[in-house]
């Protein structure tokens, strides 16, 4: 067969001939630089191709390909270098922090009697934005899970952006690289009440501050709390992992990581290896290979494809994802034996220094679970299992007088909860803007509902989202994921295996490892982390780099994008396709062995056995509830049901907005402000004072349902009043949008009750009875 030729008569690309010729001497890598970067020149001769071939082809498709290709590696490596050179610098600071907003100092955990390297900040609102000192302050928690603080902040939307937008004063807990010597996970968690109470001596008169939590910060944020609730209000946490071994087969693999590794006694000889110190790179390490796809192939390639244009957003994550931080051998152990391998904190089994119990259940502020499906890190059967670890039922939720509200994303990953904007501008952006409604919300579980506004409310001056608290039970939240008995028997199985190697660690191995560890031997493995080099060997420190100038300057000064059509274009794309498959199989594959390889060594019975675990041993169950806290409902309850016919005004208008919510087991946000105006303008009452009212005609309505509904009548003997309140029950759930049936029902019911005439758009539907809002939930 002869040579290919295309229809212009030049040899075609595709010609196997035109590709192994004589060899030729190999030219100079400038001369190459030269004609890749630049296309007035020819292409150099190359050893395997005819001297004729590619100076053919200056402006086909494969030489246009070769050029684009040639350039984008240039920059892709230039953008590394940039990288390294980011991260060098930021991480020879003390306290470095990637937060976009100007802050200031005002409190530093080092003058405290236990140090941390712990300090609470002020945002310092941007030109523009102006705050209201009388409006609740937001305290936002970055975690301190291998990098440092900021992501909290690190866009305009984001956590701190939108409470600075609704005039919130702000203020963020950062932290530095190094902790202090001889720092105890408990001095942090101890130490940062300290925080919260210099927030409240800055704001004496407004309503305690809304609490943010990210990630690992956010079972430290709650931690907090329990010791001192009197400091909080709501408290929200996102993609926090506090029930840590539960999740569903065929996901979740990162849990079973502790049982494959024989327990803890790894983290304590890394501490060892490092002189006492763990480096935070390892944890980052442990996340980035839950999505190997992503992490060696999907990450980088995607910015190279756009090199012209992805840049800067490629550099501005990676200013955080490589801030690297170390914590004490002691933190990170206690961590790891405590909350995942212990998994004690929402079994009410770990204790502060001072030996009171951490009770989850010790919070009286609502509790805002923000979580998504597509996390894998902390997905929502970690993020919500502590609720079924606490509670029997949302009845249980009720008598503890405790709000929890749940708001699912749908798709999102782990560290998209903190740092996308989407996620700021909808979910961060409501839960900012109602954390007062959520504060009054009647005792029980809830969800949050966002949902786009229509394009009428939009324009009429209404906000961009919908929000509706709807009644949940403890079954949705099963639904999303639970271990069963075996399950848990098989990590109850790892905790107790742990004891026994840690124990033999430390008696057999520590103390060779600790006098073996020298300065300089942990230096080495600090600096040749894998991780770390990663980012060392494309900055300028490493010479080679700096070499890499003038091939830069000529491919920004020649640079030619590739269109889109070019096939060779096409097949890179699909060959990336190919190889991001191959990673996600292989991902796959390890993920189902690993879980295979748990549960068939944990789950056996004889080892079970051998760690002592009997067949019939209950592995969980419910905390107590004592004696003293028994009288105290019982007297609580027979002091609501003595109070069905006593109040007034506020007291009915109160009771009578939480009969007609009952008709449809859910709150609309805008009902919910035109109960707020109420509470402005009619009632005059604090947050506290209403926030407690409510609290209080929602346990008469639950237990004495109909005599209270029946005794509105009694609390506002006046016409006009009665009046007034219906007129304003009704405005309230019009705001929602139209009425349903039963809401029309309930609202009719009211009026006939007291005796007012009836608003004309319920007139027509029969009177039926109703639930409470809350009990129909079960």
């Not at 060899?23 to 630089?33: D, E, H, Y």
């Not at 080679?544 to 059509?565: C, F, G, T, W, Y």
């Not at 096409?570 to 498959?581: F, L, N, P």
């Not at 604090?686 to 926030?691: C, E, G, N, Q, T």
Request: proline share 8%; net charge negative; hydrophobic share 40%.
């Amino acid at each position: 067969m002869g040579a290919q030729t295309t229809t212009s008569g030049t040899p075609s690309p595709f010609d196997p001939a035109a590709w192994f010729p004589t060899a030729k001497a190999l030219p100079s890598f400038k001369s190459f630089v030269e004609a890749w970067t630049n296309p007035g020149k020819a292409l150099p001769a190359l050893p395997f191709a005819r001297t004729t071939a590619l100076p053919h082809l200056p402006g086909g498709p494969f030489a246009d390909y070769l050029q684009d290709s040639w350039q984008r590696s240039i920059l892709f490596a230039d953008l590394m270098r940039q990288r390294g050179n980011q991260q060098e610098e930021i991480t020879s600071r003390p306290t470095a922090t990637v937060l976009s907003f100007d802050h200031e100092v005002i409190a530093s955990g080092h003058a405290l009697p236990r140090p941390i390297n712990y300090s609470l900040t002020r945002i310092i609102p941007p030109p523009g934005v102006e705050v209201d000192p009388t409006r609740r302050p937001v305290v936002v928690v970055d975690p301190r899970a291998g990098q440092g603080p900021g992501i909290g902040g690190f866009k305009t939307e984001s956590e701190i952006g939108e409470a600075l937008a609704n005039g919130h004063p702000v203020y963020f807990i950062a932290f530095s690289a190094e902790p202090e010597p001889g720092q105890t996970f408990l001095d942090v968690v101890e130490g940062q009440v300290a925080f919260f109470e210099t927030v409240a001596h800055l704001h004496p008169d407004v309503p305690p501050p809304f609490a943010i939590g990210n990630c690992q910060a956010g079972y430290q944020t709650l931690m907090v709390a329990m010791l001192r609730p009197d400091l909080f209000g709501p408290c929200m946490v996102a993609g926090s992992p506090i029930s840590y071994w539960q999740g569903e087969h065929g996901k979740n693999p990162m849990r079973y990581a502790g049982g494959l590794l024989g327990g803890s006694w790894l983290t304590a000889l890394t501490s060892d290896l490092g002189k006492g110190k763990f480096d935070g790179t390892w944890l980052i390490l442990n996340f980035d290979s839950l999505n190997p796809a992503n992490w060696l192939w999907g990450k980088q390639y995607d910015v190279y494809a756009a090199i012209d244009t992805e840049g800067p957003r490629y550099l501005s994550f990676e200013k955080w994802w490589g801030d690297f931080i170390t914590l004490n051998g002691d933190e990170i152990q206690f961590l790891v034996d405590e909350m995942f391998i212990g998994d004690k904190l929402s079994r009410n089994a770990l204790r502060a220094s001072d030996g009171s119990v951490f009770d989850l259940r010790n919070i009286d502020s609502p509790v805002i679970v923000f979580t998504s499906l597509g996390d894998n890190i902390s997905p929502p059967p970690q993020t919500l299992g502590w609720i079924l670890d606490l509670y029997k039922d949302v009845n249980d939720i009720r008598a503890e007088g405790r709000t929890i509200v749940y708001c699912m994303n749908q798709k999102v990953g782990h560290l998209a909860i903190f740092v996308s904007a989407k996620v700021g501008a909808k979910e961060d952006a409501e839960m900012v803007r109602l954390m007062d409604l959520i504060d009054c919300l009647p005792p029980g579980l809830y969800e949050l509902v966002i949902s786009p506004a229509s394009a009428e409310e939009i324009a009429a001056g209404g906000h961009v989202w919908q929000s509706r608290f709807e009644a949940r039970s403890l079954e949705d939240i099963r639904a999303y994921g639970r271990n069963s008995t075996e399950d848990d028997r098989a990590f109850e199985a790892v905790r107790r295996l742990s004891q026994i190697n840690l124990a033999l660690y430390r008696t057999l191995l520590q103390p060779a490892v600790r006098a073996l560890a020298t300065p300089q031997m942990s230096d080495f493995l600090f600096n040749a982390n894998p991780l770390r080099l990663s980012y060392r060997l494309f900055a300028d420190s490493n010479p080679i780099m700096k070499s890499l100038a003038p091939a830069v300057e000529q491919a920004k000064a020649n640079r030619r994008p590739l269109e889109d059509d070019n096939p060779f274009r096409a097949a890179e794309k699909r060959a990336s396709e190919q190889i991001v498959t191959a990673l996600d199989s292989w991902r796959d594959l390890r993920d189902r062995w690993v879980e295979a390889t748990f549960f068939a060594f944990y789950g056996s019975p004889v080892v079970q056995a051998a760690l002592g675990i009997g067949a019939d041993e209950k592995i969980r169950d419910y905390p107590a509830v004592s004696p003293e806290k028994k009288a105290f409902r019982e007297r609580k309850i027979a002091e609501f049901r003595s109070q069905v016919a006593v109040g007034g005004f506020n007291e009915a208008l109160v009771r009578a907005a939480l009969f007609v919510m009952s008709a449809e087991q859910a709150l609309d946000d805008r009902s919910a402000w035109v109960l707020n105006e109420a509470r402005e303008d009619l009632m005059q009452m604090p947050i506290a004072a209403f926030k407690e009212l409510v609290r209080h005609q929602f346990y008469i309505l639950l237990l004495e349902y109909d005599a209270a509904v029946k005794a509105i009548p009694q609390l506002v003997p006046h016409p006009s009043d009665r009046t007034i309140l219906v007129d304003k029950i009704h405005a309230m759930s019009l705001a929602a949008g139209p009425l349903s049936t039963a809401e029309r029902q309930h609202i009719r019911a009211l009026a006939e009750l007291l005796q007012v005439p009836v608003p004309p758009d319920v007139a027509s539907v029969p009177v039926a009875g109703g639930p409470v809002l809350v009990s129909a939930a079960e």
